[in-house]
């Protein structure tokens, strides 16, 4: 056994002992509270609230974004993208606001991220006329002003305001593509490694069918992954991997990103009704997202996942494992648990269930060295009754330094 193998078997049962003393359910974060729950479902002025995303600013401030729907809990229709802020760690929270209003058609998946050069809180969305479905716009029946758009907007206030919706969809887009979304779930700034400072989107899109194919476009063979990405700052943007090989049997689908202590990216996804065993897929990147180390693959460790989306994070510190989020019935969206990666994500460890009740999507955000958020869907009948904010307090993440070594690829 190399010394490298035998450092991360040492890490990884460190890691299990120190899970099998915590218990079932998360523990209440020092100094702060347990949970508390930032949207309602039919207040507000919505009938549902879905698709959380989370990030801290340099102050500190939590930013808990999510699509607030005026009509019910359909992915189309009157969507806005809102916001509401916590001071003290996500506890309480201020009041509603909206971020970017639909007026009567689709704004949505919201992919925030914090600038670590300026502060600025980064937002990249997607919209389309509230009029049209996902189905109608993979099938081409759409015009491209009602079809899928892509947005940035910016915000040096802490959160407090943000400027209007800027139209980037050229510069991210490919000709053939149908539809189009960004996360769901915060963004990523690359912080160490020679690509320090990228913002780097992770999305999703689908392709037209080729040429005398009977197919739709519907059919989900035609989903594929790819990211966008900043280096000035969220001014210009320009696509950079592109996962187009549409075969079947890995249909890559709302995607979340980390990036790890080697520099490297590491990309899970949620498989779209592909054809190989299990609901996971992940890859790398060691150029920033601009190209993959190898295609998506099946994450096996992750067969308990159903297909849904799933969050990943990379706390800071040396020997910091790899976090993920996501249900963890294999047939129904309940049960929202964390998993932990000690060897980069090759292989996962459950950690622990957060609650029996529905779940569905979540995000993860950092709070402290030792304490993590996570911003979920959930209810006791169905998973789209409320967003809950689950502190957990994780006493065996690394204290010590955030330095990360150089990296070069």
Partial sequence: MTPRSRSLLTGLVLLVSLTARLPAHAAPATGGCDSSVPYVSGQGGYAVYRIPAVVTTRQGTVLAFAEGRRSGAADTGDIDVVLRRSTDGGCTWGPLTVVAAGHGHTRGNPAPVTDPHTGAIV?????????????????????????????????????????????????????????????????LALTHGPRTGRLLIPADHSAAPPPGSPDTGQEPRYYGGHALYSDDLG???????????????TNTNETSAAQLPDGRVYLGARDQNGTAPGNRLDTYSRDGGRTLDRPFTVQPALN??????????????????LLFSAPSVPDARRALALWAGTDAGRT????????DHPAAYSDLVQLAPDTIGVLYETGRQNPYESLEFRRIHLPWLPRVSQAHPAVSS
């Fill in 235 to 249: 001014r210009t943007w320009h696509l950079g991997f592109t996962d187009d090989t549409h075969d079947g049997r």
């Fill in 348 to 355: 996962f460890t459950r950690l622990r269930t957060l609650s």
């Fill in 304 to 321: 308990a996942v159903p297909v849904v989306q799933g969050s990943v994070l990379q706390p800071l510190g040396p020997g910091a494992p």
């Fill in 123 to 187: 937002l990249v969305t997607c919209a389309n006329s509230g009029t049209v479905t996902e189905a109608q716009i993979m099938r081409g029946q759409v015009t491209p002003r009602q079809g899928r758009r892509v947005h940035v907007q910016r915000s040096r206030d802490d959160g407090r305001h943000f400027t209007a919706p800027r139209d980037i969809t050229a510069q991210v887009t490919r000709p053939g593509w149908r539809w189009y979304a960004t996360g769901p779930g915060h963004a």
